[in-house]
């Protein structure tokens, strides 16, 4: 038996990794400033504000764990400055501080973001960037720091892609929710592939990662995703077959209508589901290049299918709660 700590284990990732290594007889604590989403696992939870050195430094010296899974951050949008997501720069600043003072330590894993480069843009290596967000911006600070004061354990950095499944919520539970109140439909006849990642799946990539060795200096970023890369409008047909019902096709020129209209509400800060920035995500390519990462997980424990009928019974069950 280990022991792990994951710091951010009340979010969606990290609450399913924590089951999942429970279930495998793993000491675990969650480090989070947010209570569990479980209210069972309330004991195993320290509140803790990441960007707080003493608090954070007493608690994580305190379990004195054998690894670490560093997952809490800010993860939405919505910052207008890279200092709104100081959890993920300070935060991590942190944790490495830490780290040196734990000689016991066998391996951290220190979650960035696949949006650490836009959609469609080929990263030449490891260290190339191309933030389009803020949110971007403060992982690319992430990594940054992370390769400026390396850890003296073994260590490696993941870029979870767009991950769906029991436990998630905004942006991609939106997905769901959305082509199973049929308020979905096709744009035309574009075609639309993006890396994403059955939690089920990512939960086995990281734990792969973890307790596995990574030592190779030149191959310390992993993307957490699913390969091949999903077809979108198929996925959306496969929600809406195991429900019943086809997913409607609207002519692009409607659509576009429809996300500039949108942008205009948006000045006036009214929220409206479709604006400009949502349809070019829907319509451009988003593929990740998940070699690495298969080389040290190689074999899927679910596949899409499974993944989307568990994903749509959490959802009933969640919403009769």
Excluded at 274 to 296: E, K, L, V, W
């Amino acid at each position: 038996m280990s022991k792990v700590l994951i710091t951010g284990a009340s979010g969606f990732i990290g609450t399913n990794l924590l089951e999942d290594l429970i279930s495998k007889g793993h000491a675990v604590k969650n480090i989070d400033i947010k209570p569990p989403k479980i209210n069972e696992r309330k004991s195993l939870w320290d509140c803790v504000d990441i960007t707080d050195c003493k608090s954070f430094s007493e608690k994580v010296l305190e379990f004195n764990p054998d690894y670490i899974v560093h997952l809490a951050a800010r993860t939405d949008l919505d910052g207008k400055t890279t200092e709104d997501y100081d959890a993920n720069i300070t935060g991590v600043e942190n944790l490495l501080k830490i780290i040196h003072k734990l000689p016991g330590l066998k391996k951290v894993i220190i979650a960035s973001s696949k949006f650490v480069t836009r959609n469609g843009y080929q990263i030449k290596n490891q260290h190339d960037f191309c933030p389009h967000t803020r949110y971007g911006e403060s992982k690319v600070e992430t990594e940054i720091r992370v390769w400026n004061d390396k850890p003296p354990c073994d260590w490696c950095i993941i870029r979870p892609t767009s991950i769906w499944g029991p436990w998630f919520g905004v942006p991609y539970r939106n997905f769901f929710d959305m082509v199973m109140h049929r308020m979905y439909f096709h744009i035309g006849h574009i075609k639309c592939h993006k890396t994403y990642g059955y939690i089920g799946n990512a939960v086995y990539q990281i734990e792969q990662l973890l307790f596995n060795e990574t030592l190779d200096e030149n191959n310390k970023v992993f993307y957490i995703g699913d390969e091949p890369a999903y077809e979108i409008n198929e996925w959306a047909d496969e929600i809406a077959g195991e429900l019943g019902f086809k997913v409607p096709t609207m002519p692009v020129w409607f659509v576009k209508g429809l996300a500039k209209f949108g942008d205009f509400l948006g000045m006036f800060h009214i929220h409206f589901p479709m604006q400009s920035f949502r349809f070019g995500n829907m319509t451009n390519d988003g593929i990740n290049d998940m070699n690495n990462t298969y080389m040290i997980a190689p074999e899927l424990p679910f596949t899409r299918l499974e993944g989307t009928k568990a994903t749509i019974v959490w959802i009933k069950k969640y919403e009769e709660k």
